[in-house]
């Protein structure tokens, strides 16, 4: 199946910040805020869709009342989503204000906005606790004058279960995840254990009518979520040996240094064995 690479769209956007399923959007926003909003109409989506960041585009944003919401999911963990928040949430604002005639940014009355509300949803395969906060002041060496907060809640099936018993659609999409995990185990290929997760879902589902009508879309959807989150594990993989190398090539030179300093090996063996020359090894060691 052929992977759309100019963007990548979210199955949880797909869900949550879909227009004509705004009553999905309605439920996980009561059950993120412990509200009773019941009129779906309430909701006005704000998310910016030609804005890509990291090859995926942003999920969902969306205001209600006086709050403006900012909802992403993440399919592998990442500390630098504050950042992230802070560039979007600032594209979000702007337009916000250029298409609200009341607002006058150059007043010299305080002008009010919406509050701004950043939740990620994590449901990748790393152990993550059930709720954490990450805040981009811990980008930061020095003191910030600025700061975004980023409430983590972790979504993968068995956790935070008060949080999904209030939103059947969020609950349901746990499981489908899940069940999609699970079908790769006995080594069914992807777009099939897609197919069987929603196959799976109970007749009473809420997605599973949505899913099938647009099943070769959700399989898209996975296929190049899956591929993202493989994508990132190599290179993590990567890094990790790389840093493992440098630490060995490290370990040696010093290891080297030390031999000749002794007098126990010739600069020019020692030179060779590190893979410079004597002039750098002399640089390096210490020894000029």
């Not at 993440?74 to 250029?98: A, E, F, H």
């Not at 609200?100 to 395969?125: D, E």
């Not at 746990?174 to 999609?180: C, E, K, P, T």
Request: net charge negative; charged share 25%; glycine share 6%.
């Amino acid at each position: 199946m052929a992977v759309n690479r100019e963007y990548k769209d979210r199955l949880f956007k797909f869900i949550f910040g879909n227009p004509n399923n705004k009553e999905w959007t309605l439920s996980l926003y009561n059950a993120i805020n412990e509200t009773n909003y019941t009129n779906a109409d309430d909701i006005r989506i704000t998310t910016i869709e030609d804005i890509v960041y990291m090859g995926m585009k942003n999920d969902v944003s969306f205001l209600v009342g006086d709050t403006m919401n900012f909802y992403e999911q993440q399919s592998t963990y990442n500390p630098n989503m504050p950042m992230r928040y802070l560039i979007y949430v600032g594209m979000v604002y702007g337009n916000y204000i250029d298409i609200s005639p009341g607002y006058h940014k150059y007043s010299s009355v305080l002008q009010k906005a919406p509050t701004p509300k950043c939740v990620c949803f994590y449901n990748g395969k790393d152990k993550k606790e059930d709720r954490v906060v990450l805040k981009l002041t811990d980008s930061f060496d020095g003191e910030s004058d600025v700061e975004v907060k980023v409430l983590m809640i972790n979504i993968n099936y068995g956790h935070n279960s008060k949080l999904l018993e209030a939103c059947k659609p969020l609950n349901e999409y746990s499981v489908f995840v899940n069940n999609i995990r699970e079908n790769q185990i006995n080594a069914v290929k992807l777009e099939d254990a897609v197919d069987a997760a929603i196959d799976a879902l109970d007749e009473n589902s809420v997605l599973k009518s949505f899913l099938t009508a647009n099943k070769a879309e959700v399989r898209r959807m996975c296929i190049t979520e899956y591929d993202e989150e493989r994508t990132f594990a190599e290179q993590r993989e990567e890094g990790r040996a790389e840093g493992r190398a440098e630490g060995r090539t490290e370990g040696t030179f010093a290891t080297l240094a030390e031999l000749v300093k002794d007098g126990l090996i010739s600069i020019n063996i020692a030179a060779q064995k590190a893979g410079m020359s004597i002039e750098e090894f002399n640089l390096r060691a210490g020894l000029n």
